[in-house]
């Protein structure tokens, strides 16, 4: 089995940075599809950023452009999404997750094509 452990939210200010990390036991993070998701209060989950190993980084929102990065320590077996330039709406419960058994052809953009997700770790903006 794999586990998922976020770590690294906390309450920041406006155009601050953060680095959350996403601890991976089982086997290496780079069998699966991983991805961030963010919900915040009252909203529906959404993707943040999404990467295929074997293939490419994908920013699935817009505002992840040129902001947000994936990334991973083969040594650590940790995945990362570092956060630039925060602002306040991107304030949410982020969450790592994972596709096991990924189709390296392939994206994984939707909630509901992953199946092991961490705890969460709260992301706070403030203005």
């Known amino acids: 089995q794999v586990q998922l452990v976020e770590s690294g939210g906390g309450l920041v200010q406006a155009g601050d940075s953060l680095r959350l990390s996403c601890a991976v036991s089982?086997?290496?993070?780079?069998?699966?599809?991983m991805g961030w998701f963010r919900q915040a209060p009252g909203k529906e989950r959404e993707i943040v950023v999404a990467?295929?190993?074997?293939?490419?980084?994908?920013d699935s929102v817009d505002s992840a452009k040129g902001r947000f990065t994936i990334s991973g320590d083969n040594a650590k077996n940790t995945v990362y999404l570092e956060m630039n330039s925060l602002k306040s709406e991107d304030t949410a419960v982020y969450y790592c997750?994972?596709?096991?058994?990924?189709?390296?052809?392939?994206?994984?953009?939707?909630?509901?094509?992953?199946?092991?997700w961490g705890q969460g770790t709260q992301v706070t903006v403030s203005s």
């Open positions: 997750a994972a596709r096991r058994t990924p189709d390296y052809s392939k994206t994984y953009y939707s909630q509901y094509e992953y199946d092991t």
């Open positions: 990467i295929n190993w074997r293939g490419g980084i994908r």
């Open positions: 089982g086997r290496a993070f780079s069998d699966y599809a």
